[in-house]
């Protein structure tokens, strides 16, 4: 990215006053919110924030920051975890909270049209009554478009894929302002480069969602629940393994580890044993779910696995899940005052059990607080590392902490990131993960972003290094 | 690409006869077998085949044609269906087939790793016995890495998605000769570009695809079949949209028109009332097969279906399936002598109706023989266009045809290929259906191939219309 003189950033600060009036914001406040995410990394405030209401707002900043080299970052619900919306170069700030509208639902081909910034939650509301549901579930009540920009999934994957599986098509605004649409709403097509998932988890740096096709899925007939306490790790991750090798069409399956029981019983007043836990969600025809749950209580039984106990009710559902809901808090809760970091590594499931293991063990040598959930169908595992942010030292632990995690990860053949993204918290570890590979990534983001301006400095370091297929 | 002069090629040539013996052919006879896919797009043989034994093979070959601007051209199985390999601007095919080693099955983690020649039936014959296969089913006994360059799938794709779904990372040698890996063996990742989909349907104009890593799935429980006859094309529809709304975990879910099931029954000896025919496929644990087969069924009934038939064990399955394996067959044999074109249109699933009913009246009007199939469960039809190749006009109103139905899919929200690709035959479809969006796949295409060397003339059309960017 070019340098921006002060006086040019000025004048386009002027021009977006002049066009969005109110809309353009300049307050140390507003831009304060809109420079950090929930993660640990330091607040980086643009110099503006744009609340944009439609795509031919998003598209005229792009226009105007385009003429003169100034960056662009979107912004949903600040609900990134690895610092993906700081404006660590200065720059605007699109945010497309105000572009919630729900353009189009079609029951009939399971399929609908939103703006980026509606939300998952209201989307579902929205859904209420067609008997169809958008399964991905991040924990936190993100944009769609976030989510997408992020590659999210969270506890349902393991059934409903992530965002990689369930985004049809994207409209995009362009570094140079130009909208395009990705794909259309055929279920499958063989039709030119796959545009779609370029964009789904280019974190706003190849461009900008403002509009996404979404595919839908029926609401099962029928969820049931279910929780079981394990004598190791081990035994739990065997119990996955296996559970998912036999072919039940599980909905979820979770894990905590004793340390993370404990932070629930003391937080949620629960009074589960606290050892290693999983936690499963089963859903189709009352016969299908019968099945399931006997068929896993047995594979949870052969593997040790203790205090088998099931819900159908929603309610009581609920309460048997009440632990893994409230992990992140009662994980805080350990240690008033602290602020969690949430690693993100992911591995081929057979890999699983060790990676835990070492982790585990890392904890206890770097002499941190760190409990472990798990969206272990997929090979997923968070530790909250609970730290004082003022105490340097021991943020340095985190970090090594961190690093250990994903450099392991990335040695077993999985990644440095399942769900969370790189954000530029990451940026040496995709590196190391992807190798020669980023290569190419740095061409298409010289190609489709040439003057460097949409999100930059995330997700890749745009250098000459790269230049190598001439 | 820059025009290359012949006595360039023939030090190329030299080079690789040098490097490969007799790997590297020149005679006719194989060359034409390595211009011609099995569409009707006449036969562009390359000025010599190289059989790569490995993936250096392949980034030696690459590297020299890289060095001159020599265009490369994979090729697999020769069983794509939209000219994709033929040599239209010359240059060298790189035969892949003798890459067929099966290099790692992962049975706990449900992956495997395979060189880029290996077939989906060689794959599925080394699977016997680990309880685990790969699905995807484009009908060919096509290689696997062909199958991930044209986005293959085919009937199981209503369970089990498409290549893009079942790829998780590619070796890809690039158009410098580089060897790079677009992903790992995590089931879910969020770190950086998602190359590893950008490879997959990318017919090889970015890349060649030396080895993959594939997602497997447990093998069913249990398998059972159904047929349906239906009194119009309609109800039909309206069956298999109810039977997915409902949720009912179809495995596959197939349309016959009347005039394919009478040429069914003529080529394979049946007697199936001549009638829109639904083929089902269930498959799950026997209480959920017996489940399914009801619920499909009452639906079935509902919309006027008759001669509801099911069967469970391989054999009666096989023959109640009969006529839907023998679909492409039987519709050449309305008219022997005569040569088939598929065509590739899917739409949403609520549009089938109206696209297949469209289609069916431009077939009338045309004077065309064209039976009708379709994986209707994700909305996408072939119609076999049986024509005489030496009659001209006739040829012309097949292409007249074959327009019709893409230009009307595009219109409808779908696609004018399903699962074949675009080649060179769909080029100006692609344009029509994709839209300003191909700025951004040329831009691509010129940023990973800038001497436009992988497989020229496919997919896109490189001009400078599309510098957009800058």
Redesign the interface.
Known sequence: MTAVAKSEKAQIITQLRELFGERCALGQTIRDQHGKDVSFHPTCPPDAVVFAKSTQDVAAVVDICHASSVPVIPFGTGTSCEGGIGAISGGICIDLSQMNAILEV??????CRVQAGVTRKQLNAELHGT?LHFPIDPGADASLGGMAS????GTN?VRY??M??NVMSLQVV???G?????G????????????T??F???EGT?GIITELTLRL?????GVSAARCGFPSLQTAIDTV?QV????I?IGRIEFLDELQVAACNRYSKLNLPEVPTLFFEFQ??P??LA?QVEMVEAIARDNGGSGYAWATTPEARSQLWQARHDVWWAALALRPGCQGIPT?A?????MLGDAAVAARRDVLELGLTAPMCGHVG???FHLCIVVNPDDADEMTRAAELNARLMRR??RL??????????GYG?LDF?EL?????????V????????RNIMNPGK??RVTDRYD???
Not at 184 to 195: F, H, Q, V
Not at 413 to 422: F, L, V
């Open positions: 079609n029951t009939a081909d399971f399929d008997g992020t590659r999210a999934s994957a894929g992530t990689r599986d362009m570094s140079n130009e909208i395009i649409e990705t259309g709403r055929a279920r499958k097509s063989a039709a030119g480069y796959d545009l998932r370029l789904t988890g280019a190849l899925h029926p609401l099962p007939e393994i998912i090798q036999t072919g069409p189709g025809s016969a299908s099945e993100d992911c591995v081929p499931i057979s997929d090979g997923n990860a990335i053949g999985g990644t440095c990131t399942g769900e969370h993204g790189i990451k995709l993960e992807r190798g020669p590979s980023m290569h190419a990534m061409a298409i983001k010289k190609a489709l972003d040439p997700v890749l190598t297929f001439q």
